[in-house]
């Protein structure tokens, strides 16, 4: 039987090492899904519900694998249901190649069934590659320069193959004019700088007095050289949240997340620098750093087109974090763990404190803060962590330690609703060794997540390690949109808009051959965290929480807060009493040291 265009492709993929492709079938990819068939299922074609899970799944794979995800969809709507997920690769710098399919090229221009111009669909999100293939012998190195371009450039590319062109036999490029031929594999790189901006870099830094470093997921891999840096500088590290679980949260000088959803402390941290180092982040918000004149900065990144961006630094730096860093340590000075580092530790230690009282603070029914503060004393050391966007955001950021081998990720730049649930798949996929946790609002829930429990039922019983544990924060509300009114508009909850329906996640989860717990009380909290940690197959937890527990940002003005307060009050008068007392608790715990209320500038 001879080999068709469809035969070739699955097996360049398994020649490029790919084990999984994440994806859903349709009549654009037919002549795949019968190569799929003659090939034994190798790579192992992975169902999702929808061709944006599929993308999402693929984006999990890649995040916790450190390896290329593929996915792939029909041609028209699937394409296009990929678009969400593939723009989350790109934004949070993931190598994510999307093959899809496409009418065949003799109805291509003629207004044909499911016939949409994908060239120009994809163009933007795989904007670094993007191929039809129209001949068999065109295939080796528009896949090849696919799976190379996503790799080295950490981003999105998109293969396009007409259904007719999966059916030709396939016929490899020749020795001849026009033709162009291919070759598998990719050495590992890491650039340098040059030794003499290495040298300007730390003649900079050992001149600080007061030194600050931001991580990024760029220093995933040079965790023991950012530890060793942070002890020579005697600074603070703060970490984006992509890079949450690029150093553990267990050293004291680490302060934790930065920005909206980040801590009191790497606010402070930012507030009091003379000096920043910048390293492997692309943390866009830059009112979050130093004032503009008060630091002076540095900045390593791998990509050149990434640096000099969100502060004016004085150095940039383009290289491999460790690499980097291995050649920057001999030149850096031991600075003395005065009163500057003190402080940092001082106020980290206070703010874990702070979050323990929060999380203690009475809700109705359930504090959504103390959901994730009781379970991270329970997190096992090698533990992968989702989280969806919305407010359960914020309780990962806060209230999840790092340590050990954990590793943790969500939409960080994007920021979309719905991948928390598919990304833990992927995660599970990528490791199946390893226990997965998703922390997922109700409404990310019901956008996605119900739909890809199905996903985890169908594939469970394929991880070593059966443990996929989906918590949701079901509180009847899009909560974090409400508190963003609330504090940035002064409105009122829009109940039309923000309100949701109940749903019996636990239920549903029981249904279909999993299990799962509804959570109502405070004291069963631990006990159901315990039964999810110690099941034998994937668990739902449908925690009732209280939506009025806001997700206050470290920088709020006191102003903000009571803005917020009032708009409660004008929305919800039934709730009153129980809201203006809650708020009064969580202002309390507002207070600096001193007593002085937070503003602007933190005094």
């Not at 899970?53 to 792939?72: L, T």
């Not at 999810?532 to 209280?546: C, E, G, K």
Request: charge should be negative; hydrophobic fraction near 40%.
């Amino acid at each position: 039987m001879s080999t068709k265009v469809s035969d070739y492709l699955l097996q360049r993929l398994r020649e490029w090492d790919v084990d999984k492709v994440f994806a859903y079938p349709g009549d654009g990819i037919n002549g795949l899904l019968a190569a799929w068939g003659r090939a034994d299922n190798r790579p192992t074609f992975i169902q999702a519900r929808h061709e944006e899970m599929a993308a999402f799944e693929a984006v999990g794979y890649a995040k916790f694998s450190g390896r290329v995800g593929v996915c792939a969809a029909t041609s028209g709507p699937g394409a296009i249901h990929l678009l969400n997920g593939l723009y989350d690769a790109k934004l949070d710098h993931v190598p994510v190649v999307a093959i899809v399919g496409q009418t065949n090229r003799s109805a291509m221009g003629g207004s044909y069934q499911q016939e949409v111009d994908l060239m120009s669909l994809f163009k933007d999100v795989a904007s670094e590659f993007c191929e039809m293939v129209t001949v068999p012998e065109q295939l080796p190195n528009v896949l090849d320069r696919a799976m190379r371009t996503a790799a080295a450039r950490r981003t999105v590319t998109a293969l396009i193959v007409p259904a007719d062109v999966q059916e030709l036999d396939y016929s490899p490029p020749q020795h001849a004019f026009k033709m162009v031929p291919s070759s598998l594999g990719m050495s590992a790189y890491a650039p340098v700088p040059a030794d003499e901006e290495i040298t300007k870099a730390a003649e900079l830094l050992n001149a600080g007095e007061k030194v600050a470093i931001l991580i990024g997921q760029g220093a995933r891999g040079a965790r023991a050289e950012v530890e060793r840096l942070a002890d020579l500088l005697g600074a603070g590290v703060a970490k984006a949240l992509l890079g949450k679980d690029a150093l553990p949260d267990d050293l004291p000088y680490v302060t934790g997340a930065i920005g909206l959803l980040g801590t009191r402390p790497s606010y402070e941290l930012m507030q009091g620098c003379d000096t920043l180092l910048v390293i492997g982040s692309n943390f866009p918000y830059s009112q979050f750093l130093p004032e503009y004149g008060q630091a002076r900065a540095v900045q390593i990144d791998i990509d050149p087109f990434m640096v000099g961006l969100r502060y004016p630094f004085e150095i940039n730096l383009v290289g491999d974090a460790r690499e980097t860093l291995i050649r920057l340590l001999p030149r850096l000075k031991q600075k003395k763990h005065g009163s500057w580092r003190q402080e940092i530790e001082k106020n980290t230690k206070r703010w874990w404190e702070v979050m323990e009282r929060r999380a203690a603070v009475e809700a109705d029914p359930i504090n959504p803060e103390y959901v994730a503060h009781a379970l991270d004393p329970l997190l096992p050391d090698d533990v992968m962590l989702t989280a969806d966007s919305g407010s359960a955001a914020n309780w990962y950021a806060r209230h999840l330690r790092m340590r050990g081998s954990m590793r943790g990720s969500l939409s960080g730049t994007l920021a979309t609703m719905g991948p928390g649930v598919p990304y833990a798949i992927g995660a599970k996929f990528a490791r199946p060794d390893r226990p997965a946790i998703a922390l997922v609002g109700d409404g990310a829930m019901q956008m996605n997540g119900m739909a890809e429990l199905i996903t985890a039922a169908k594939y469970w019983r394929e991880w070593q390690d059966p443990r996929l544990i989906v918590a949701v924060l079901n509180n009847h509300d899009l909560n974090q949109v409400t508190w963003e009114m609330r504090a940035m508009s002064g409105a009122p909850q829009f109940l039309p808009s923000q309100s949701i329906p109940d749903v019996p996640y636990a239920e549903i989860a029981r249904s279909i051959g999993i299990d799962g717990v509804r959570v109502e009380n405070p004291k069963d909290v631990e006990g159901a965290w315990r039964q999810a940690l110690a099941a034998d197959r994937p668990f739902v937890i449908d925690f009732r929480t209280d939506p009025a527990v806001p997700p206050i940002p470290p920088h709020a003005t006191l102003d903000q807060i009571e803005a917020a307060a009032a708009s409660i009050v004008k929305g919800d008068t039934d709730r009153v009493g129980m809201v203006r007392q809650g708020l009064k608790a969580k202002l309390a715990e507002m207070l600096m040291p001193g007593g002085h209320k937070h503003g602007r500038h933190g005094g």
